[in-house]
């Protein structure tokens, strides 16, 4: 039994445009990730949904024709409807525009306003409304466009309540540099280092209604509106129902495992913990940064250029599970391609003709030389346990820890598995010892040994290719993965004798 529980969140996104793949990423990891802590006998709360205030979200509503209300309506509900197809199991949608939420937002406006902490005051800047953020000169390019989205930013000035979050800087660095973990991996640790080398500006929490009405009123000036970054990052706490309810928070607020791409770390690893400091309450325990997705041959994902993968499309052709592990394997630090080909391939080659291909053949042979029902059956021959113990150290290897080296390691542990125990397949060559009157035993000590092997694959792959693993358990009489409080432990042994095999043997359907 693992008493810790675990609060995994991913970014809240923006409805302006629909879900793409590096949204889904972000939350199919976060699904993941979670299925690893439960397989570890933690348990999880995990978080996603949309990000609904704001200037391009509101650009966005108006000029759908529909309505804002309902346009935010069918925009959160088409992000829902893709990560659902995803099989993320969510434990909590959120939508910055409940009510809920926007009480715990107007609660950390009203403190910090009590406590003297804003001030009010005349700024001029660049804003770029698709970051939503004022930047500064080091964050354009040549031609004076905003780095990540090649537009150039309007020249705005406004009154406006800032947060004084330089009084912060030292203590942040410090936590940063004493602290490796807590923003993983190195690599954006330093990156966040490097932005803390330049003083920090106050922090700019309003918008004038007369530019920006979407959004949460300030309790203290019905003019503004709160700044939607500052709303979007409370969403971590008013999921856990802050600050009313106490015990949840103290019960998930301590594991908070923040995962995000690359884009947003100023946001949440600068802002975020300046805010909650400001607050009085601790910061989160981890970062956990991914890349981004590109297109094949490492260019932007566009629709001019039509290398768009959109995850519906996917899901379609192969099924969600095929996503998910081209995912889970293929995102690292930096930028990754992805494409419906790349997909594709993964789909028909290392899943298909690696493990497909071998639960196929086995199964059916299996039924066949069983009677349709797993045996009783003794000690294996050593050469048939030994295979059994190398898989079982494969998956040893794979810590269940909450970091997004997890997915990768997972993904390829599933496959050096299923290789070796298509190569021990192969060599034992059981479909002639079906053809010897006299190889009975040794015949089914192959087929007892190779169910097993798959039986412990598809428990090991469950956070993978969760629906895959359950049609595969299933299919050979076992239990399906479920949460259960307590640690999976992989044992060699684990069939039920005189359970029926079915013939659900078609797991990667070529394409
Ligand atoms: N609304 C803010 C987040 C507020 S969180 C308190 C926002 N929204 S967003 O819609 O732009 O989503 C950004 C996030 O989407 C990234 O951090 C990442 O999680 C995911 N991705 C979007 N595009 C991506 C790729 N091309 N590749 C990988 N993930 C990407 O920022």
Redesign the pocket.
């Known amino acids: 039994m693992n008493d810790a529980g675990m609060y995994i969140t991913?970014?809240?996104?923006?409805?302006?445009?629909d879900p793409?793949?590096?949204?889904a990423?972000?939350?199919v990891m976060a699904d993941v990730l979670k299925r690893v802590a439960q397989m570890a006998g933690h348990e999880v709360f995990m978080t996603t949904g949309?990000?609904e205030h704001?200037q391009k979200n509101q650009e966005a509503a108006d000029k759908s024709g529909l309505g804002t209300q309902p346009y935010l309506d069918q925009q959160s509900a088409r992000f829902r409807t893709a990560f659902e197809e995803l099989d993320v199991g969510f434990d909590m949608w959120v939508r910055t525009t409940d009510e809920h939420h926007k009480q715990a937002v107007r609660a950390v406006l009203s403190r910090l306003h009590a406590e003297g902490v804003l001030v009010k005051k005349r700024y001029e800047g660049l804003y770029c409304t698709g970051c939503?953020m004022f930047k500064r000169d080091v964050d354009l390019d040549e031609q004076g466009r905003c780095n990540d989205h090649l537009t150039t930013p309007e020249l705005t000035s406004e009154e406006n309540y800032f947060l004084r979050i330089g009084v912060y800087q030292d203590w942040l660095r410090d936590k940063i540099e004493t602290q490796p973990e807590w923003i993983q991996p190195d690599k954006y640790r330093h990156a966040v280092l490097r932005m803390l080398d330049e003083p920090l500006d106050d922090l700019c929490i309003s918008r004038p209604k007369s530019r920006v009405s979407l959004g949460v009123e300030l309790p203290f000036d019905p003019d503004f509106v709160c700044y939607?970054?500052f709303d979007?990052?409370i969403?971590?706490l008013s999921n856990l129902g802050w600050p009313e309810d106490e015990d949840r928070v103290a019960r998930w607020w301590p594991s908070a495992h923040h995962?995000?791409?690359?884009?947003?770390i100023k946001?949440?690893c600068i802002y975020?913990p300046c805010m909650l400091e400001a607050l009085g309450v601790a910061p989160p325990k981890a970062y956990l940064v991914?890349?981004?997705?590109?297109g094949e041959g490492n260019v932007k994902?566009s629709k001019t250029i039509g290398n768009v993968v959109t995850p519906r499309a996917v899901i379609e052709e192969l099924g969600p599970d095929s996503l998910r592990f081209y995912m889970a394997k293929n995102?690292r630090t930096g930028d990754a391609p992805i494409s419906n080909e790349l997909v594709r391939r993964c789909h028909n080659g290392e899943l298909g003709n690696n493990l497909g291909n071998l639960y196929s053949r086995v199964v059916k042979l299996a039924a066949r030389v069983f009677d349709g029902a797993i045996p009783e059956h003794g000690a294996l021959a050593p050469a048939n346990q030994g295979l059994l113990d190398e898989i079982l150290a494969i998956f040893a290897k794979v810590e269940r820890t909450v970091s997004l080296e997890t997915p990768p390691a997972l993904a390829q542990a599933v496959l050096d598995a299923a290789s070796l125990a298509n190569q021990h397949f192969f060599d034992a060559a059981p479909w002639k010892l079906a053809k010897q009157p006299d190889a009975a035993a040794a015949l089914a000590d192959v087929m007892v040994t190779s169910l097993e092997a798959l039986r412990i694959i598809f428990i090991a792959a469950h956070p993978v290719l969760p629906a895959t693993s359950d049609r595969a358990l299933r299919n050979m009489g076992c239990e399906a993965v479920r949460p259960t409080g307590s640690a999976w432990v992989l044992e060699a042994r684990g069939l039920v004798p005189g359970a029926s095999l079915g013939e659900d043997t078609l797991l990667f359907a070529r394409v």
């Open positions: 991913t970014p809240i996104y923006y409805v302006n445009a793409h793949i590096g949204h990423h972000t939350s949309t990000d704001g939503e939607v970054w979007a990052l969403n971590y995962l995000m791409a690359k884009d947003i946001t949440h975020w991914h890349g981004y997705w590109v994902m995102m």
